[in-house]
């Protein structure tokens, strides 16, 4: 079964959607599936040379659709760039047509955001080739997208239209789930996940702890400038310890002038290629994953986490709905107050004490065992072919 997926974002962009893009690819090909790519004229590919072009990555094919410089996936749109993505629309669908002839697709499986649906219903309608739209965030209520109110609910129309005109919806949620119920009562719901064999062996924590981070988007949403304040203050009683943060985003120019203003221990690493990543995780003893409190925090439950466990680093998150439903439970990580510093420096206290080691070896293990057993992408395959066959049927 051949399933192309049309996505706004996806590698080089290294981004949580990216990577999750990334490991259905990798579960379909496992699974037997032939997946393909089509991606947005606001993602660049990693050959420059092949800006609309078609290049090989990890063994799928991703086409590529690229078409003004200066358009980006990620942090905030000028008015002009939003106008250049509307001029855009045709031509991607244009090119997502002749796409389809040329590979023949069984299904169109469009993400996040409405610009893919919209595309893939439009052509899909045109080709008879059924539509699964993925909905992985409500990125118009996320801080970092902020517009004008008619921009929102034009916006906001788009994405109702494309939930209701798919032929089948999924969500990455519960509460996604629920924001659309409204509107149709059929999403099947595939959270995000991990592959079975990327949890590694029994827990061995660092005996000291010393570099903690994050790794991923440096947005509004994320929280760090309460993490980087925390370590402004931890540095009075622990001189070695270090903030490190792994990432690009709108924030990262304001949160490095605000680290030196407070004189935090903070390291900025960034922008890293995906075939990094791991290595970034390697080096760091602990992840803090801080969001703020907003309804995209409690709805869209973010891979992050998972990667962290995963790869047996202790984890510290914020009490949001989120992260509480991906990890299993405040049981799996060292929970934190959204938007508080001081919570913060306790959690990471709690930590430096020798004496919780054993109580952090217990949490990991119990977070390792629910993640390995309720979010892997192999699990996740029965609902991908249970939602094709059906549309295929």
């Known amino acids: 079964m051949k399933i192309a997926h049309v996505v706004y974002q996806c590698f080089p962009n290294i981004s949580g959607s990216s990577t999750r893009t990334n490991h259905i690819l990798e579960a379909q090909k496992a699974h037997g599936f032939e997946p393909l790519v089509i991606s947005s004229p606001c993602q660049p590919p990693e050959d420059l040379a092949k800006t609309v072009g078609c290049e090989m990555l990890n063994g799928v094919k991703h086409y590529r659709t690229f078409c003004f410089s200066g358009l980006s996936v990620g942090g905030k749109s000028t008015i002009w760039e939003k106008i250049k993505k509307v001029i855009a629309f045709p031509y991607f669908v244009y090119k997502l047509w002749r796409f389809c002839l040329v590979e023949k697709p069984d299904v169109l ?23 699964v739209y ?12 902020q517009q004008s109110s008619l921009l929102k609910k034009l916006a906001i129309k788009a994405e109702h239209f494309a939930i209701r005109f798919s032929n089948s919806v999924i969500a ?14 059929d999403i099947y719901i595939v959270r995000n996940a991990i592959r079975e064999d990327s949890v590694l062996a ?55 002038d605000h680290a030196l203003k407070v004189k935090s221990p903070t390291v900025f ?11 970034c995780y390697d080096e760091l003893d602990c992840i803090i994953n801080c969001r703020n409190d907003e309804l995209v925090a409690q709805l869209v439950t973010p891979l992050k986490p998972l990667e962290a466990i995963a790869l047996n680093k202790v984890l510290i998150c914020s009490d949001v709905q989120g992260y509480m439903e991906i990890i299993g439970g405040d049981n799996h990580a060292i929970v934190v107050k959204p938007r508080d510093s001081d919570s913060i420096v ?25 993640i390995a057993e309720n979010r892997t992408w192999e699990s996740n395959m029965a609902v991908h072919t ?8």
């Open 109 to 131: 499986h469009a993400h996040a955001m409405f610009y893919c649906a919209i595309s893939a219903i439009i052509v899909g309608k045109l080709l008879k080739i059924p539509t």
């Open 134 to 145: 993925e909905v992985r965030s409500i990125w118009y209520a996320n801080s970092n997208s």
């Open 172 to 185: 990455i949620s519960d509460g996604i789930k629920s924001e659309f119920s409204d509107i149709r009562e």
């Open 202 to 256: 029994e827990p061995k924590l660092s005996s000291e702890f010393k570099r903690f981070g994050y790794v991923g988007s440096v947005i509004e949403l994320e929280g760090l400038n309460y993490a980087i304040d925390a370590f402004a203050q931890l540095k009075k009683a622990h001189p070695d310890i270090q903030f490190h943060i792994y990432g690009g985003g709108s924030k990262l120019d304001e949160l490095k």
């Open 269 to 279: 690493h960034g922008q890293i290629p995906p075939s990094e990543v791991h290595r």
């Open 346 to 370: 306790t959690a990471v206290e709690y930590v430096l004490n020798v004496s919780s080691y054993d109580a952090l070896i217990e949490k990991l293990s119990l977070a390792r065992a629910y």
């Open 386 to 393: 249970s939602i094709y066959e059906k549309l295929l049927s």
